[in-house]
């Protein structure tokens, strides 16, 4: 290097110093450094920038995640295990209050071990009770690990629901460790595959099975983020929290789903303000008196055991998903994920509890039939059932900074995963439209899409969620397409990262068969989806129209063409006042949802209407509705 070059460069390094003429520090200085240490881009030599394209491009080519659901398959494997513990634990005698003490001595005095008579005629002998009691193998700890984990580094199983703590105990400890059970088919299988891991390898044999290879990822590592450590809560209000957290985990868990938690690292406020007789539903939704319930008895029914293919499932007959040729398909992949195929405004009907018994099928008396009770068989496996098992992801509800609570996973969820169903109370529509304004922000149309003008064979419902629901009812609002300002270009905000609730299933969350709805009936379930991969504690937010983006659109050109846009700001100023600034992200919005606004802009509709700048009354009710968060409430 030349002097002079090394003298330029030194200089470059060389901190600077900078004055200010209106700022001083309160010591009276006014002095900042600057220094010109940043990386030349230009200097880097062709082959180098060669490289880093190259590896830029690969990382966006290569498929980032394994496809093995180990969520889903864990979870359905786990219920029915769950279930047919509950079925043996309920067909064998109460347990004996004696042994019961017995055990709980053992467990709080070290290593006293009680032999006691043995009540139970299932077992015979005399039983030594253990303080360590062996692991059932059908109970593998619980391990909400997902695929972002790379290294299987720090992947710490979630402890098993209090239900479930007690559940393996009260099976455990009534007898001898050599003793195993007599296994039910799904059990034996999963024993065999434990059996071998245990002839193979040592310690491994109480351990959940083997996690699937991990994913590869190029480029930078995601950070899972921090969490700030909590305000700490004085006992009222730690004790609000935990109640409230217990209650709705114990509700969760009765489904086999997931627990849910409450935190609030903004302000001391314990609790959402909820109504004293709030009712958590994790899945089934509550009918109003004056909603007439769909009748089960026309569920249509499968005669597969496998549901793996669409086209061999009766039940998908009346489906719309179907590929040019007409055949079906399913909205999900094998391994359980959404497929992302369904077009908007058509409803996923799942399969459902139901399966025609082979004379039925075979007699030919068709897939649509009244259900018999003996008609009602567990199916052996369907892919076809997803949003109907149990949420698997543990959830927390937190506190904001800007717009109350809001609802975050406490695990990476995997683009395409089924998240939960928006419960609450199945109201008429007449009945949602009296709501007020303010309060409407926990309602949802069940038929949006057909509202919009499609005739419909059947009355319309809303559910509301202010008095029974679970936890979607926290879901924030981030628009896909943000700006409400009149004649800007439309700006990107941050996007949603869970769908809208366009993925209707029609058939119920629970084996229960009243909660088994019927195709195009009307009152179809809503499944939240997650639309890309989320980081544990990232928030989930959704569009609540995201139709909007194309109706402000073609306003703002119908206004443009004519070029009056005097009414419009006069209108429009005075519709702002009032609104609240929008948290999706951009500066640029204004989330309209107050009283005020929806009269202001009713009387912005008329001025437009008359001054020509919207041609029909359809437009200006479709405007209307686009600055509201229910958009189909002023849609006739
Ligand atoms: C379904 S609730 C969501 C839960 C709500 N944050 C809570 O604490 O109960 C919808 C309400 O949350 C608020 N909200 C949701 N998203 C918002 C956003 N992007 N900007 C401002 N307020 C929002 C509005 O008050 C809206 O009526």
Not at 265 to 281: G, K, M, N, T, V
Not at 332 to 340: D, E, P, R
Not at 437 to 449: C, K, N, Q
Not at 587 to 600: A, I, W
């Amino acid at each position: 290097m030349e002097f002079r070059d090394y003298w330029r460069r030194s200089w470059q390094r060389w901190p600077s110093n900078v004055r200010w003429d209106n700022w001083n520090r309160e010591d009276g200085t006014n002095t900042t450094w600057e220094t010109a240490e940043t990386i030349n881009h230009s200097s880097w030599s062709k082959p180098e920038k060669k490289r880093r394209k190259h590896l830029a491009s690969e990382s966006l080519e290569i498929d980032v995640f394994t496809t093995t659901d180990i969520h889903n398959t864990e979870t359905y494997l786990r219920n029915q295990a769950y279930q047919e513990k509950l079925e043996k634990a309920r067909s064998e005698p109460e347990p004996d209050p004696f042994t019961e003490m017995a055990k709980l001595m053992a467990k709080h005095q070290g290593n006293i071990q009680p032999t006691m008579p043995n009540r139970n005629p299932l077992q015979g002998k005399e039983i030594a009770l253990h303080n360590t009691p062996e692991p059932l193998p059908l109970d593998p700890p619980r391990a909400h690990s997902t695929s972002f984990n790379t290294k299987g580094k720090g992947k710490r199983p979630v402890p098993p629901s209090e239900s479930e703590a007690s559940d393996v105990s009260m099976t455990s400890v009534h007898r001898k460790p050599s003793q195993r059970p007599s296994l039910t088919s799904s059990a034996k299988k999963r024993r065999s595959r434990i059996i071998r891991s245990e002839s193979s390898e040592d310690h491994r044999a109480i351990l959940p099975p083997t996690p699937p290879s991990p994913p590869i990822r190029i480029g930078p590592p995601i950070k899972t983020p921090k969490r700030t450590p909590s305000i700490p809560a004085n006992n009222v209000t730690a004790a609000k929290r935990k109640g409230l957290q217990q209650a709705w985990s114990s509700y969760a868990a009765k489904q086999a789903a997931a627990p849910i938690y409450f935190v609030n690292d903004i302000d001391d406020e314990a609790i959402p303000d909820l109504d004293p007789s709030f009712q958590y539903l994790e899945s089934t939704y509550i009918y109003s008196p004056a909603v007439e319930k769909p009748s089960d008895g026309f569920l249509v029914s499968c005669s597969c055991d496998y549901c793996i293919e669409a086209r061999n499932c009766d039940c998908q007959d009346g489906s719309d998903m179907k590929n040019p040729q007409g055949v079906s398909f399913f909205a999900y992949t094998h391994s359980g994920f959404f497929a992302f195929n369904v077009q908007h405004g058509i409803e996923v009907i799942e399969c459902n509890k139901v399966r025609l018994s082979f004379r039925s099928s075979k007699s030919g008396s068709g897939s649509m039939r009244n259900v018999e009770p003996s008609d009602v068989l567990l199916r052996t496996h369907c892919d076809n059932r997803v949003s109907q098992r149990p949420r698997d992801v543990p959830i927390e509800i937190f506190k904001t900074a800007s717009y109350g609570w809001g609802v975050r996973p406490t695990v990476n969820v995997q683009k395409g995963k089924v998240l939960g169903i928006y419960t609450g109370l199945v109201i008429p529509r007449a009945e949602a439209e009296a709501i007020s304004p303010e309060l409407s922000g926990y309602r949802f149309d069940l038929d949006g899409d057909e509202a919009e003008g499609i005739e419909v064979g059947h009355p319309l419902h809303s559910v509301d969620s202010r008095l029974y629901g679970n936890w979607t009812r926290f879901i924030n609002y981030r628009p896909l397409a943000c700006n409400n300002l009149p004649l800007q270009p439309l700006l990107l905000a941050q996007p949603p990262n869970i769908s809208r609730p366009t993925r209707y299933t029609s058939t119920g969350s629970r084996s229960d068969l009243s909660q088994q709805i019927p195709p195009q009936s009307g009152l179809p379930f809503i499944a939240f989806v997650a639309q890309e991969d989320i980081l544990a504690r990232t928030e989930f937010t959704f569009d609540y129209d995201p139709s909007t983006v194309d109706k402000l659109q073609a306003i703002k050109s119908e206004i443009k063409k004519k070029k009056n846009t005097k009414q419009w700001d006069i209108a429009f100023d005075a519709a702002i006042q009032g609104a609240k600034p929008c948290y999706c992200g951009s500066d640029q919005c204004l989330y309209l949802n107050v009283p005020s606004t929806y009269y202001y802009f009713l009387t912005l509709g008329f001025i437009l209407w008359n001054t020509g700048l919207v041609d029909e009354r359809m437009d200006i009710l479709v405007f209307l509705s686009i600055y509201h968060e229910s958009p189909s409430t002023f849609i006739m």
